[in-house]
Every structure is written in structure tokens, then in C-alpha cells.
């Protein structure tokens, strides 16, 4: 079951429900001269920097921990329902005119991370599929997802990473956006994506994992 | 000789003119919520574009190739004097609260361009330093400079460049602004540069570079 945390819920709900309106535009002003942006450069961070100023003026329960200046690498933001935990929210854009490519996580950093938060598998995204034109930009879809459930295998590995010379990278998306085209299909579960995921770091280091056993041991210790 | 093109120079005293007044804002709107930016994420870009949108309006021969769709990598602009050839002119930005670590080039596209285009070694340089706090973007120092007034030596190659495990990626600066404080000068000619340039390729390669002889067949031709 792909239990999504109550407030991203309806965080969700709140955004679809003003989709029509989630239109907009980046202007750049130096020396009394305004212009237009339409690069894509740097685009995620404003939709995600813009989300979190939303989500806190629409009243939601939103946190960004790098707020304060602290230099934490994730969640990108907390979200919790009153009095209970935080849960870890995670924003992703991409251009929708292309294949969804963004960067899920460093692949090495994650395996780490889960071995020493596994709660982090159970983070959710929301993703934004824009579109620009002539300077004007247009959210096209919002999904909010599973790490499983836009994450796949690939040719070379049990899970899809971006892979240069050899050195894996980043952890990819799957083509979530539209199943039926892609070669691989997005995980089913999240044992599933856990299983490719550590699968993949063994072939890659090619011995046994370390942050595998740490991750069972502490999974093992929280029952 | 350092001999800027006759266009450049006018340009960069326009804008030393206006140095004072070259503050300014990013701002990202959607859905009638507008925020300030304070990230740094493609800040470089939106420079950039405003400056070709600034000189034109104030009627410098200038011309951006990438305009009509084209995906030519270098140069950023054009400049020319009337009737006269078309002369390149280069972009380039870093935060003044650090060092200027922006990449000049790619290392290997750099040497091959050479090799075909022994006149890019001539293209100026103008580069901006700027300061962002709370939203407020700064331009603190204009440089125009030369490609050989902007790079220097380092410990492990004739050249410096970006280098991670092993692989050459980008050439990347002297300490220009500060010539004192580098450990390495910049160079002071033109013929230092390509020297520099190409002893690094032919180390880095372990043979002879093969852009090194055409470019020098090229420059001698032109003679």
C-alpha cells in the first residue's frame, strides 16, 4: 500500500484543486532593465523554493530544515499532522516537453542514508511536469509518488542509475509519466525497489553491502 | 599586447558608466504568488541574457547566435565595428564572496576548437562579479580581460584545470581579482597560454596533440 502522510495529501489535493491557475513567470531586473527568463537553468529551485512559500501562506503543517542556514542534505521539507512526527517531503520538476530525468538522490549517499534512517524510503514526492514558452511557464502535471513507484531496473543494473565511466551517480526516474513506453516498469513495492537497491550497490562494490545490514538491523530493531 | 575589440571596450565603459545603478532582483511568480530569490542556481544565465538584452537596446553591434534556435556552443556574443568582421565576446559571472571558480571552458572541446579556430584564443572576456543578500543582487566589479589574463599554472598541470579522478574537465581561472594572494600569477601573453594549454593536453594524453599541430599549420597559413 502506498501510504502517502496525511498533510502532503492534502497539500496535493490543495494544488490540483488550483492547477488552472499555476501559471507564471521568472523576471530578472538589473539597472532599470526587466526581462523575461525562459532558460530552464535553475528552474526546479524556484518551483521548489516557491513551493515552500506557498504551502506555509496556504496554513499547511510545512518545515524547510535548510531554512536556518543548516546545510542538511534532505528532506527537501518536513510536513507533519499536529503533534505527530515529522515526515520527510521531497519536491522534483522536470521540463514536460522531455523524458522525466531529474536526479531521485545521489546513489551512494542514499544507500548510506538508509542504512542510517530507514524511514527515509517512506518519503513523498511531489513532482512538477512544466512547460515554458516564451518566457511563460506552466505546470502541466502534478504527481505525488513513492520512491518505488518512480524507480525502475535498467539494462545494466537491477536499479536505473546514471552511469559515467563506470562511476554510478545518481539514482534516475523510471518513466513514470507513462508506463506503457518505458522498457522497465516502475517497481511494484518497496521491498522491491529496497531489494534492486542494494542488489545493485553489491554488483557495483562487488562485495556484500554494509548499509544493507545496517539497514536490516535497525528495520529488525524498530519491530 | 592586450587589445580588446574596439565594441568590447565601449561596451564595458557603458557599463562601468552605469556600475552604480547595476543592482537589481530575480523574482518567480505562479499563481499570483510572487517571491524574491536569494539562490545563486543559474544566476549566471539570467546575467548573461540580460546583458545581450541590455546592449542591444543601447545599440551596440552585438548578436547572440543562440537566438534563432541554434545550439552553437561558443561564443556568447558577437560584437563587430561597422562593415567589419564579427569578433567574440564571452560571459562570464562569479560570486564575489568567494573566488572566481567559474569554468572558462571545457578542456578537450577547447584544445579541438583551437585547432579549427585559432582566432577564439582573441575572444574578450567580460566578467561580472556580483553580491546576493536577501533577494538583492549587486554588481560589484566589471572585468574585461583576455583568456591568457585569466589563467595560470597549477601544482599538477602546466594549465590549471578542473581534474577529478584524473579526468580533465574544464580550464578554470587564476586568481585575477586578486593577483596577490594566487599562488600561481596569471600569464602574461597570449603565447604563454597556448603553451601552457597544449603542454597539459600532450601530458595529460601521454603522445603529441594533434590540435597543437593544426593549430599551428592553421596560424601559419593565415600568415
Tied chains: 1, 2.
Excluded at 494544488?15 to 528552474?43: H, P, V
Excluded at 496556504?58 to 507533519?80: A, C, H, L, M, T
Excluded at 499532522?81 to 551512494?108: P, R, V, Y
Excluded at 511563460?136 to 504527481?143: E, Q, S, V, W
Aim: glycine share 4%; aromatic share 14%; net charge positive.
Amino acid at each position: 500500500m502506498n501510504s502517502y502522510h496525511k498533510e502532503t495529501v492534502k497539500i496535493y489535493k490543495a494544488l490540483k484543486a488550483i492547477q488552472s491557475e499555476l501559471t507564471g513567470r521568472t523576471q530578472f531586473s538589473l539597472a532599470n532593465l526587466t526581462i523575461n527568463i525562459n532558460g530552464k537553468d535553475g528552474l526546479g529551485g524556484l518551483i521548489e523554493e516557491w513551493f515552500g512559500v506557498w504551502a506555509e501562506k496556504e496554513g499547511f503543517n510545512i518545515e524547510n530544515p535548510k531554512k536556518n542556514g543548516s546545510s542538511q542534505k534532505f528532506p527537501d521539507y518536513y510536513v507533519w499532522n499536529d503533534g505527530e512526527e515529522k515526515h520527510h517531503l521531497e519536491i522534483k520538476t522536470f521540463d514536460d516537453d522531455a523524458s522525466a530525468n531529474f536526479d531521485i538522490a545521489n546513489f551512494q549517499s542514499y544507500c548510506e542514508s538508509l542504512a542510517e534512517n530507514p524511514e527515509r524510503v517512506y518519503a513523498d514526492y511531489l513532482i512538477f511536469a512544466y512547460q515554458i514558452k516564451d518566457g511563460n511557464l506552466k505546470i502541466n502535471h502534478i504527481f505525488l509518488k513513492k520512491i518505488w513507484e518512480i524507480t525502475c531496473a535498467s539494462k545494466r543494473w537491477p536499479l536505473k542509475t546514471q552511469t559515467k565511466r563506470d562511476v554510478i551517480y545518481n539514482i534516475r526516474p523510471s518513466n513514470f509519466k507513462n508506463e506503457k513506453s518505458g522498457k522497465h516498469p516502475s517497481f511494484k513495492s518497496k521491498d522491491e525497489f529496497i531489494n534492486a537497491l542494494f542488489k545493485t550497490e553489491e554488483q557495483y562494490l562487488e562485495k556484500p553491502s554494509e548499509n544493507k545490514k545496517n539497514y536490516l538491523k535497525r528495520i529488525q530493531q524498530a519491530r
